[in-house]
């Protein structure tokens, strides 16, 4: 079964990769969160160091480009296949309004003849070409128009998130359109969204038996352990919370090493909370509250501490 991480902008980092390369042992791909090809056009090098710092690492690392402009894209798929990359994903997903009303990432979906001249000049690059998409901007039905453009050209994969744009990664998943649409595409399919338990995911395989790959995001937060759970291991819950302060302090060393100011650092770590939480609750909700509500860097350290010694402690 081919696993991958979904890439998730301020949260999949290079640090939070290999921790999931590492821990997990059975994950196929990574993908990096998205870098703005106009971004790179005007700010350059400094865009990429995620990426090549991941370089040489152990990460099965595919990079992911947005961007609206063929030749902007371009640019960065150039950039990617310099650095040695043989794959690189192209973002027709992003439902932030300030990106899709530029006819980027999910608002790319609503002009077909767009995404046909982006992929007519990526396939020329000469490294293999991914799409991750979205059912459409405004509705569901805006990715029939643009199937028959992606069945042109030899992608190496197409992962869709059965959402579309507006409904922002809280509407219903819509798994009659991705059942009808992944039937129609002739590139291998991939599935991203919602997955968060195994259970979950063996009900989707059973739906969908012809779905290539299976990709987690938020769920591999909550869990960082959770791709070998799929496979059979059941960890404990104690398991995944040392998983959780595992991942949580590698990521504190780093941004506290690479930030300048404890309100950079506060910032850049407490969102991860909005998805560690879930493997502390119901119990231990009061000490989460008291890690999210620090304000002190001190005090955030030392409730965060209090939190994974008591799960250690009490969980079994
Ligand atoms: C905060 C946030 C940032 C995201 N950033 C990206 C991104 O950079 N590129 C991308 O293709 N998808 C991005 N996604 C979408 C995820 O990759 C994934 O498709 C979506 O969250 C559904 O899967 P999940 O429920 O397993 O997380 C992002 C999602 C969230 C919540």
């Known amino acids: 079964m081919k ?18 390369v590492q821990a997990n042992g059975n994950v196929t791909k990574v993908f990096s969160p998205f870098i703005d090809a106009k971004r790179y056009r005007k700010e350059g090098e400094k ?17 992911q480009v947005l961007g609206s402009n063929s030749e902007e894209i371009c640019t960065v ?3 990617f296949k310099e650095l ?19 006819q980027m990432g999910s608002g790319l979906i609503p002009f077909p003849e767009k995404i046909d001249e982006i ?3 990526a396939l020329q690059v000469g490294i293999r070409i991914s799409v991750k998409i979205r059912l459409g901007w405004s509705n569901s039905e805006e990715l029939e128009a643009v199937i028959p453009i992606l069945n042109k050209y030899d992608l190496a994969e197409v992962i869709i998130h ?5 409904q922002q990664y809280k509407g ?34 059973e739906r969908f038996p012809f779905v290539d790959s299976w990709m987690i995001g ?18 404990s819950r104690k398991e995944v919370a040392l998983a959780v302060k595992q991942v949580h302090n590698l990521l504190f060393d780093e941004f506290s090493a690479s930030l300048s100011g404890p309100s950079h650092l506060m910032n850049k770590i407490k969102p991860y909370w909005d998805y560690f939480e879930i493997a502390f609750l119901p119990d231990l909700k009061q000490l989460v509250k008291k890690t999210v509500k620090a304000g002190t860097v001190a005090n955030y350290q030392a409730a965060a501490n209090d939190l994974f010694a008591k799960a250690s402690r009490e969980f079994e």
């Not at 696993?3 to 999931?20: D, E, K, M, V």
């Not at 059965?162 to 507006?166: A, L, T, V």
């Not at 009808?180 to 989707?204: F, H």
């Open 162 to 166: 059965p959402r579309y744009g507006k």
């Open 172 to 205: 219903e998943v819509d798994m009659n359109a991705f059942e009808r649409y992944a039937k129609m595409l002739k590139a291998p399919v991939g599935y991203s969204g919602d997955i968060c338990t195994v259970a979950q995911l063996e009900g989707l395989k």
């Open 218 to 235: 938020r769920g591999a937060i909550s869990n960082p352990i959770i791709f070998k759970t799929i496979e059979g291991a059941e960890p």
């Open 3 to 20: 696993l991958y991480l979904a890439p998730i902008q301020g949260f999949t980092n290079s640090i939070f990769r290999s921790y999931i």
């Open 84 to 102: 040695g990359f043989e794959e690189a994903n192209i973002n027709m997903g992003c439902p932030f309004p300030p990106v899709a009303t530029k």
């Open 47 to 63: 865009v990429l160091k995620d990426i090549v710092k991941s370089i040489d690492g152990n990460q099965p690392l595919i990079p």
């Open 77 to 79: 798929l150039n950039r």
């Open 119 to 121: 992929l007519a000049a």
